[in-house]
């Protein structure tokens, strides 16, 4: 273990190995990332289109499940209100995934599109 510390230590105040922290003009080239405008625009209404389809039909779920738990109840059938109530659990997730994931992409094509 020292050994593995020794060497490292050499490492970090070796004034040799300052290739690591080089000025601007190093190793790698400046290159700003962007995706074009004639790409851009169509992702952007695809991902809005399909975010708020999803997240429709997860609304649509979640009250067909307050439905099915309500009919469940007043019919004293358990076992369509024990569906019911997973539906409206699972629609939530779905709806919360729907959001996230889609925010999440929107957001990385917004920062590679400057």
């Given at each position: 273990?020292?050994?593995?510390?020794?060497?490292?230590?050499?490492?970090?105040?070796?004034?040799?190995?300052?290739?690591l922290?080089?000025?601007?003009?190093?190793?790698?080239?400046?290159?700003?990332?962007?995706?074009p405008k004639?790409v851009?625009t169509?992702?952007?209404?695809?991902?809005?289109?399909?975010?708020?389809?999803g997240?429709?039909?997860a609304c649509l779920?979640?009250l067909?499940g307050?439905?099915?738990?309500?009919?469940?109840?007043?019919?004293e059938?358990?076992?369509?209100?024990?569906?019911?109530?997973?539906?409206?659990?699972?629609?939530?997730i779905?709806?919360?995934?729907?959001?996230l994931t889609?925010?999440?992409?929107?957001?990385?094509?917004?920062?590679t599109s400057?």
């Amino acid at each position: 273990m020292s050994q593995l510390l020794m060497s490292l230590h050499a490492l970090a105040t070796d004034t040799g190995a300052n290739f690591l922290a080089a000025p601007a003009p190093g190793p790698v080239p400046d290159f700003d990332p962007s995706l074009p405008k004639e790409v851009n625009t169509p992702v952007k209404t695809i991902l809005a289109w399909t975010a708020g389809g999803g997240l429709a039909l997860a609304c649509l779920g979640g009250l067909s499940g307050w439905a099915l738990v309500a009919i469940g109840h007043n019919t004293e059938r358990a076992a369509l209100a024990a569906r019911g109530k997973q539906s409206v659990l699972w629609s939530l997730i779905g709806a919360g995934g729907i959001g996230l994931t889609s925010s999440l992409i929107l957001a990385a094509y917004t920062m590679t599109s400057a």
